[in-house]
């Protein structure tokens, strides 16, 4: 990998856990539980579309991990990772169908998939198929939450691509 790449996927990484631990720390918006807007996932969007899915796991993975351990929620390590790693797998399998214009389409997919891979892991570990009742509300809220981090992810990604930031010299 080269120098450049690396340093950007390592600054990158950084950005998404600092991004999680700030919102942590925020007042929630809505009265729902479970319902925050993933500001981190602007980031996991961004390295999908500009380096790929490895380097999208990666940041994930580190995130989810060093983020749950940094505030403590690592009672909520299961329902991130369940969540996160459906969502990358969802926009993952899309992303050869959307262009760097449709990351917002992207935001929104990702948001729903990553509430259905939260609500699977609630249901498995506690066994109460009951609590899928919540789901239409987390797909909903989930549908505005991923418009917003999509948009702000096309910004980002368009910033990002003028600096070359894969060391590829344009060609990616």
Known sequence: MKTKKLAVLALLTATALILFVVESLLPTFVPIP????????????????????????????????????????????????????????????????????????????????????????????TRTVSLLVYLPVLILCGLFTGLFTGLCAQFLWTRLKKIDPTGSGGNS
């Not at 993975?61 to 505030?71: E, N």
């Not at 993952?92 to 760097?100: A, E």
């Open 34 to 125: 479970g319902v925050k807007l993933g500001l981190s996932n602007i980031i996991t969007v961004c390295v999908l579309f500009l380096f790929g899915r490895k380097q999208a796991l990666a940041v994930l993975l580190v995130r989810v991990v060093l983020g749950s351990i940094l505030t403590g929620q690592t009672g909520a390590l299961p329902y991130s990772l369940g969540g996160g790693l459906l969502s990358l797998l969802a926009v993952g399998l899309l992303r050869p169908l959307l262009s760097h214009r449709q990351l917002w389409i992207a935001g929104m997919l990702g948001a729903v998939f990553h509430n259905v891979g939260q609500m699977a892991v609630a249901v498995i570990l």
